[in-house]
């Protein structure tokens, strides 16, 4: 008798609960490789915590300046429209509030690590016993060992979990030998990180590259990159894939041996 496994694989979910409830179906198991959190949909400037604290007028204006790279300008004007509010104590407010929801909703079992615009010392209360998160540690599904790295690296646009190439490094050489390597950001390859409607590069890792040539897995998983140059390549015996954005999609990438 042959048994086939099949996983489920989703990135950059920002919001979109009542696809994520549906991502698990007819799978063995979901993978979700983070950014749960959705702050600004660039796609629809109305949605997310900050059209909601400020309205999507401001939303446009901070979306305009940071697609045109203008960070100080950016920064500088929402600092001005977060004077006098708490700024802290109303994003957590706003986040636990989606985090409740998309936590609730994932399937039995999940295995899931952080994205760059999540908060992780908020994920212990949310996540139910069904939902396994990983961060420089491993997992056995289905026979093959699948390593998790989340957060992103250090950017001009300061997203709630950034860290230095060092401690980031020091994640992906904790995994050691896997069959399935997951990231939320991709390796640092140009094609993977460049995203064709932002105009612009992001920050890719060297440590998941490097990891990828003398570990070769089988698989590379990454997200982060909403609308890349290239979503798929080989890169000696690994077969790296962005998973898709799916907040846009709806629609899991599917793993099946």
């Excluded at 026979?143 to 997203?159: A, D, E, Q, S």
Aim: include cysteine; proline fraction near 6%.
């Amino acid at each position: 008798m042959v048994i086939v496994m099949r996983v489920h694989v989703v990135s950059d979910v920002h919001g979109a609960v009542d696809a994520l409830a549906k991502a698990g179906d007819g799978a063995d198991a979901l993978v979700c490789l983070g950014d749960l959190v959705l702050f600004l949909d660039y796609a629809d400037h109305s949605r997310g915590i900050f059209p909601d604290l400020f309205g999507p007028e401001n939303a446009d204006r901070i979306v305009e300046m940071r697609t045109a790279r203008r960070f100080d300008e950016a920064r500088e004007f929402s600092q001005q429209l977060w004077y006098g509010i708490d700024r802290r104590a109303a994003i957590e407010s706003a986040v636990r509030t989606q985090y409740a929801e998309m936590f609730a909703v994932l399937p039995t079992p999940t295995y899931a690590t952080y994205g760059n615009v999540d908060i992780p010392t908020l994920w212990p209360e949310y996540a139910g016993p069904g939902t396994t998160v990983l961060d420089g540690a491993t997992a056995e599904i289905g026979g093959r060992v699948f390593g998790f790295v989340g957060g992103g690296l250090r950017t001009p646009m300061n997203t709630p979990y950034e860290i230095d190439d060092e401690t980031y490094a020091a994640k992906v050489a904790a995994l050691g030998q896997v069959d399935v390597l997951c990231s939320h950001i991709p390796p640092a390859v140009p094609e993977l990180c460049y995203d064709v409607v932002a105009r612009r590069f992001e920050r890719g890792s060297e440590a998941l590259l490097d990891a990828i040539r003398s570990v070769r897995p089988k698989y590379a998983l990454f997200g982060h990159v909403h609308q890349p140059l290239t979503r798929r390549m080989r890169i000696g015996a690994t077969e790296c894939v962005n998973v898709g954005h799916f907040n846009a999609t709806r629609t899991p990438y599917a793993l099946q041996w």
